[in-house]
């Protein structure tokens, strides 16, 4: 919770995580998006940053490619997500993905992504100390899941290119560092069928994934 850690550190009380600055801007998906790129990470096509009408959905629809996927700027577990496959399909899916996010998270902003199909989840697992030292722990593919929770784990990823895997374990790290980034954090990326990563989104957190 960005808010607690901002009061622990207006109170002199070392917060044992993430600074309250890096939190606020990886928790949404827009601002952690624009982060990410600036720090050198692919990402996958889409809107710049939330989509603000049906309208616009629909022409940064046409412009990426179908399918699409709109998502929750505050989503999370696979509620408020859609996919589009065809022009014909955008508004009912905006209308859904709306009333969902804004019932399960009080916020009903989307953006849209390209939907890559076939593509393996990889996560990066990183650590960072209040001294600018950043290091990973590898990566952890988790593409078998059901209902968007995962299911098996598997590190390192039997699929990634090592040059790839490389590349980008090192683009993680300064992304982290770029941010001002402390504690334990997760990366997540979409391994497409070219065999680039694009960045996801960051869990700001412990997660019970950092043991794998």
């Known amino acids: 919770n960005p808010v607690f850690a901002a009061l622990c550190e ?12 890096a939190m606020h801007r990886m928790g949404k998906k827009t601002p952690a998006k624009a982060a990410m790129r600036a720090a050198g990470l692919q990402l996958i096509p889409g809107s ?10 629909q022409a940064v629809a046409d412009r990426v490619g179908y399918p699409v996927l709109l998502k929750a700027e505050s989503g999370g577990g696979g509620r408020g ?33 390209r939907l890559i199909e076939g593509g393996r989840h990889i996560e990066i697992q ?21 209902n968007h929770q995962k299911l098996i784990e598997e590190s390192p990823s039997p699929v990634l290119p090592e040059l ?6 090192a683009a993680a790290v300064r992304a982290a560092a770029s941010i001002g980034y402390v504690g334990a954090g997760t990366m997540e990326f979409l391994l497409d069928p070219g065999g680039t990563l694009r960045f ?9 994934e950092h043991c794998v």
């Open 200 to 208: 996801m989104e960051m869990n700001t957190r412990l997660q019970v």
């Open 164 to 169: 790839e895997r490389s590349r980008t374990l």
């Open 48 to 57: 710049d940053g939330i989509i603000a009408s049906v309208e616009e959905a």
């Open 10 to 21: 207006a109170h002199g009380v070392t917060f044992i995580g993430p600074p309250a600055h």
């Open 126 to 146: 990183i650590m960072a100390d209040r001294y600018g030292h950043v290091v990973h722990l590898g990566e952890r593919d988790c593409t078998v899941q059901r």
């Open 81 to 113: 997500m859609r996919i589009a496959r065809g022009p014909d399909e955008v508004a009912g899916a905006y209308a859904d993905a709306q009333a969902e996010a804004s019932a399960a998270f009080a916020d009903g902003r989307l953006y849209l992504e």
